[in-house]
Each structure stands twice: as C-alpha cells, then as structure tokens.
C-alpha cells in the first residue's frame, strides 16, 4: 500500500478533495491502521460518506490533521448523515476525481490552488441535500479524530455561508456558495436543523463533548440537474477564504470546468518538466504517476500563515523532512526551484517563530517536530540551495537560524560530547555541521567554518570500531545496519573505518542478500516472534524505509558502481507496477516517487553535498527541465525491459554503464556535481550487459580525499 489518494489535487496547491470514508490510509480507503504486516479490512467495499478535504498522500501511521470540512449530497434525510455509500465508476486523473453513489449521485470535485469545487448531478426527488459538516476531521479509527477547539458558523442567505473551525490551533475558514437557486438553507447541530438561526458558535469543544455542526441546502431535483458547490479556503479568516474563491472561481457563476481546465493545464505544464523516451507502456505509466507523487506535498498557501503576519511563502504540510530531503527536495529544487527556495524561506520563518527548524510541519500549531526521527535536515537543502547560487534568500539570516538549530535538543548533547543517543542522530548532527560550515564559509565567516568543520568531523564517534557498523542504540523505523550506509560527506574515511574496499562492499552485499535465501514476507496479524525474527535477519527493509532509500548507491564509493546498477534495476523492475500494490510501501509524502524518478533517470542526488551519482537510466532518452535549460541523459546500447509483470520475461537483466561523456567529453567519474545539473548539458552513457571498469577508479569526493573532486567531477 502506497497510502495515496485517488482525490483532486492541484501542482503543490494547497487543497485537496476526495470520497471520504474514515478509513485507513488518508481517509479514503477501507483498511484499519496497520504498521506490520498485511493491513485488516474495515468493511468489504469502498465507500464514501461523503467528500473531504486536505488529505495526506503516502505517509505512514497519520490520522489526524486531514479530511476537513466534509460535503454530502444527499436524498435521505439529515437523520441519515454518517452513512456510507459504495461507490461505484470512479475516474481518477490529475486535478479531477469521480464517482456515483450507491443512491444514485453523481459525484464529480475538482480544485484550484486554494478552492474546491464540487458539481452534483441528482436524480429526481422532492428533497436533496447538500449537507457541509465543519465538525469532520482526521480517519475513524482509533485516536484518529480531530476535534475543533472551537468553531464559528454564519449562514449569509442566497446560497452563502461561511465558518471557521480552530483545529490543532490553527483557524481554518471556508467560505461556501452553493449554486441552487430556490433551494432552502439553514444550519444544523446534531443533526437537527436550527430553525431561524443564522449562526453558531461553539468554545471549549472536547471529544467527549462535541456534536456535529454544520450548513444545509435542501431543494427539489429534477433527474439529472447539476448543483454546483464552490468552497473558498484561508487559514487567515472568512474574509480571505471569500477572496481566495473569487479570484479563482469569480463571482457566483458556474466555475467548475473553468477551475478544472486551469488545474490540468497546471499538472501538464509540471509535468512536461520531465520527459522520458522508450520504455514500455507500463513503466512510462508508473514512471508519470511517480513524478505527479512528487508534487503533491509539500502543501503551500502562499500569504496564508495564520502565525507570521507578514505576505510570502508558507508550506504548511512538510511532512516530514525525513521523507522527503533525500529524493524530493533536490527533485523540486531541479525542476521547480521557485517552489524549492519558497518552501526554505517558509521554513526559515517557521524556525524564527518556533524557535527551531521543524522535522515535521502540518496544519497544526507547534510544528510536531518528529524529534525522534531526525535532527538538522533542513540544513541540507539550504547548503544545496546556497551552493546553487540560488537567489531570494538572506544567506546572512538563514546561517544564523542554521548555527542556532545545530544547538537544541539533541545538538546540546553533540555540542557537550561529540556524541548522542539515538545514535543516528550523532550522524545527522554531524553532517548538519558540515552543511552549515559550507555556508559560513562561502560567507566568510572562516572562524566559524573551522569550528563546525571540526564537529562535523565528529560522525564516527557513532560507529564500532570492531564491527564497521554504528554503535548499539534505540533506532527508529529499523537497525543500526539499515542506518549504517548512510551517504556522509567523508565516505572514503567510512570504507576504512569499515576495513577497506573489500570489507565494506561485503557487508553492504550481506545487507542487500546477495546469495542469501528470500526473506519470507509477514502476513496478516503477524505474531511478534515473526516480526522480531525478520528485524534480526539485518536485511534491507525496502525503499520505503527512509534509511535504506539511499544504501545502493553506498557501493559507488567503494569503486562498484555495478553494484547499484543491480539493486537498483531489480527495485525498478520488480517493485513497482501499475496496479494495487504498485508501491512497495508508504509513498511518504512524495519520498519515495522521487526515488523512482532519481533512479529511473539514472541520477541519485546526494542531499546537502552538491552532488548526484550516476547509474544506468531505465529509459533509452530522458530530459529534464532545468533552470539553465535542458539536462539531458541519452544512451546507447540500451535494452527495452518491461516491468515485472506476469506474462513477460520474468528476468531481465540488468544493464551497466562501460563509458560516458558530459557534453562530449570523456566522463571517468561515476559522479556530477548539482550545478552540472542544473545549468543543462547532455550526458552520454554508453551501455552493456556485463561490468565494465567505468566509475570504479575516481570516486565521488569525500572530506577527506579532495583528490576525488576532479575536473571532470565538477
């Protein structure tokens, strides 16, 4: 399960809109929560109660802080709402979704950057509803909903109302039309309809106290008449919400064909950002859906931040940067860098009104900081940024939050000892000290750099000595070997620590299973013998587990690039599809579609060091749309190989780069720098199907080794 969403959704807009049925995963679904194993069915068939909005996409064991403001049509009385109907000819595509319910409506949403737009079509019947529930949020499942703090209703006749619900500590408002001329609209509580009233207003709202509240608009249908919901959204009051829906859906006309054209337009401009040649129908499908994953999240609402009073950029579900650094940062920072250093200066503006730079930031006051996660991500996309030259941020100011951040939480105690438990964080810290004192560096600041330098120097106090490996300690979402081949910025002191070359690549190929037997998969309700049983097999966990995503290309240190060239091709033959399970995992919020994309491409970035690996592409031509023009990977000697399907060759094999050429000259290196990247050029690889010697004498740069950092590596 990838714990996606069929819903519509906008290029990193800020709204979703999907059929809601309060299961697990993203409220659209029909599974109960599950962290192991096969997950358990909730009920027998998908079913919605109606349609929410703000859904997650791919993360793991979120329930709360999604699936708010729930619209219903309906021919049953209000009595009824809570129902679930199953839903029947869904249609998926980018910007739109729809379905029928079992009582006969057609259900159709699409959205704009900051709206949703609902359109209706009813069967013929006395007395329709369109019941909005502003009391709806998170998944129905246990400690899975979200209950507003407070909340305020206002029903302003003629087919408007508008209302703010307080969830998390966040005000979100929602200015609602609703295009049914002669119909009825009142608001309701609990189900019943507050006659003659024309606004509520609820504080202190707990669990065990809440009822449901909301607006009804309730009319004669003829069969097959449309009526048409427009909602308008803003974390900064109904006045904005009005605002932000007149200026994409203008004033009270019909707007849903408009506001769809608009959003797939968006999607196919993203879109083409990235063009792929060859292939087979498939692989281009599962390719397209990987690239449309990753730009999904980060969710912005540009001007919309409820906290910092002032306009500009602000991204309100980051969730979370252990996800989504590796892989999905460099991707939009490649193709969309606008969006990149938008998503940097909101986070900058989050770490100087919270104190810190967040793990995690979602619709919710105190940034749910994820602190076991990880510590300092966000330093490595500002090195990469600043390295890149990238304008439209105070380098002086973010440095000085990047030093601040290094000190808190766990940083007091890696400042102190030069060492921390969890012993991953010993590694983030340290690498953060290092990205930071790329920064102070190029600002001049030459004191400063030394000192962090030097701290960063202080990564392997995490490791063993004797074993090669990190020490023992508490480690989060898998072992001290998924976390032990972490790409650092002095990896040629990592394979000596290890022993060498030769040790090193023997433990990466025990990690990986060469010549060990398939590790059998748990299944539904595994007993925890089972689950403990496979952890200590020390097995790579799947692309889907954060650490493992980048310990293939770990072998291109270690002077065999036809290592990854392996892994990799098996993960992108075997792993993915186009049908259910077509994901080996949770997407993650975008994590690990960008990894298919990286890997398809042939390229790996390698957040926080200006750097990207180069393996053998899966398709025969790629472009990318870079902010200096085109990068392009062709090939020659490439071999077509369908995806891992029944009924094709159920082994096809891998295939190795013998020699390349960047921009026609000879490349010896398995390696380019970032700003090779992204200024454009064209990057030749010549292919085969057995190793060659290419890439296993100049090895990607490590601190230690400056020797590495070539001409041709730059």
Not at 308 to 328: L, S
Request: aromatic fraction near 10%.
């Amino acid at each position: 399960m990838g714990n996606t969403h069929p819903g519509a959704t906008s290029p990193l807009g800020m709204v979703s809109a999907c059929a809601y049925s309060g299961a697990y995963p993203t409220g659209y679904g029909r599974y109960a929560k599950n962290t192991e194993g096969v997950p358990e069915e909730m009920f027998e068939q998908l079913q919605a109660s109606g349609f929410t909005h703000f859904q997650q996409s791919g993360t793991g064991a979120i329930r709360k802080y999604y699936n708010y403001v729930r619209v219903t049509p309906m021919v049953q009385p209000l009595d009824d709402l809570g129902e679930a109907w199953p839903l029947r000819d869904e249609v998926a595509e980018a910007g739109y979704y729809a379905a029928t319910l079992d009582t006969g409506i057609r259900c159709e949403l699409t959205v704009g950057t900051k709206v949703a737009v609902h359109r209706y079509t009813f069967p013929e019947h006395g007395s329709a509803r369109v019941v909005v529930d502003m009391s709806c949020g998170g998944l129905a499942i246990e400690l899975g909903r979200t209950v507003p703090l407070r909340a305020q209703v206002q029903s302003m006749g003629h087919g408007r109302a508008q209302g703010t619900v307080w969830m998390e500590g966040v005000p979100l408002s929602v200015y609602v039309e609703v295009d049914s001329p002669g119909w009825r609209q009142m608001l309701w509580y609990d189900r019943r309809l507050v006659d003659g009233g024309t606004r509520l207003d609820f504080d202190s709202i707990r669990h065990t106290t809440l009822r449901p509240f909301g607006m009804l608009f309730m009319g004669p249908t003829t069969a097959g008449q449309t009526i048409e919901v427009r909602l308008g959204f803003s974390l900064r009051g109904c006045d904005q919400a009005r605002q932000n829906l007149e200026r994409e859906c203008g004033h009270g006309q019909p707007a849903f064909d408009p506001v769809k054209s608009g959003t797939q337009a968006r999607w196919s401009e993203h879109l083409d950002r990235v063009q792929v040649e060859g292939g087979t129908p498939a692989r281009r499908g599962v390719f397209a859906t990987a690239l449309y994953h990753s730009l999904i999240k980060p969710c912005f609402a540009d001007d919309e931040s409820p906290f910092w009073p002032t306009p500009g950029p602000y991204a309100f579900d980051v969730c979370t940067m252990w996800d989504i650094y590796k892989t999905q940062l460099p991707l939009l920072a490649a193709i969309v860098p606008d969006r990149a250093v938008a998503l940097l200066e909101s986070l900058i503006r989050v770490c100087e009104e919270e104190g810190n730079f967040p793990i995690g930031y979602r619709m919710a006051r105190g940034a749910d900081r994820f602190f076991r996660q990880a510590s300092a991500l966000v330093h490595t996309a500002l090195a990469d940024a600043h390295a890149l030259g990238r304008a439209g941020l105070d380098w002086n100011w973010a440095l000085v939050h990047m030093v601040d951040d290094l000190r808190r939480m766990y940083g007091e105690d890696f400042w102190e000892h030069g060492v921390v438990h969890p012993i991953t964080h010993t590694l983030d810290l340290a690498y953060g000290h290092h990205c930071t004192a790329q920064v102070a560096r190029a600002l001049n600041d030459v004191g400063l750099a030394d000192d962090l330098e030097n701290r960063g120097r202080q990564w392997s106090n995490a490791f063993d000595p004797e074993t090669g490996l990190l020490r023992d300690s508490e480690f989060y979402e898998g072992g001290k070997w998924n976390y032990s081949f972490r790409l650092l910025h002095d990896m040629a002191a990592r394979i000596a620590l290890a022993g060498g070359d030769r040790a090193f690549v023997g433990k990466l190929d025990r990690f990986f299973g060469f010549g060990a037997a398939p590790v059998k998969q748990p299944g539904r309700r595994p007993q925890p013998e089972e689950m403990a049983a496979g952890y200590a097999l020390n097995r790579f966990e799947g692309l889907n587990n954060e650490p493992d995503m980048e310990a293939p290309w770990a072998y291109h240190y270690a002077g065999r690039p036809d290592r990854t060239a392996e892994i990799v091709h098996a993960a992108l033959t075997w792993q993915f599809g186009t049908g259910p399970g077509g994901l080996p995992g949770n997407d993650d919020s975008g994590g690990l579609s960008s990894w298919y994309v990286w890997a398809s491409l042939g390229l790996f970035p390698v957040a926080g060091q200006n750097l990207f690996l180069v393996n053998a592409p899966a398709f025969g031509r790629a472009a990318i749309r870079v902010g200096g023009g085109e990068f392009v990977i062709e090939t020659s000697g490439h071999r077509e190989t369908p995806i891992g399907v029944d009924g094709v060759d159920r082994d096809p094999p891998a295939q190795y780069v013998q020699s390349a050429t960047l921009n026609g000259k000879p490349l010896h290196a398995a390696h380019l720098s970032a700003a090779a990247v992204h200024r454009g050029g064209v990057l030749h690889l010549r292919l085969g199907p057995e190793p060659s010697s290419w890439g296993r004498e100049v090895r990607p740069p490590s601190l230690s080794d400056q020797s590495a950092t070539s001409e041709e590596a730059r």
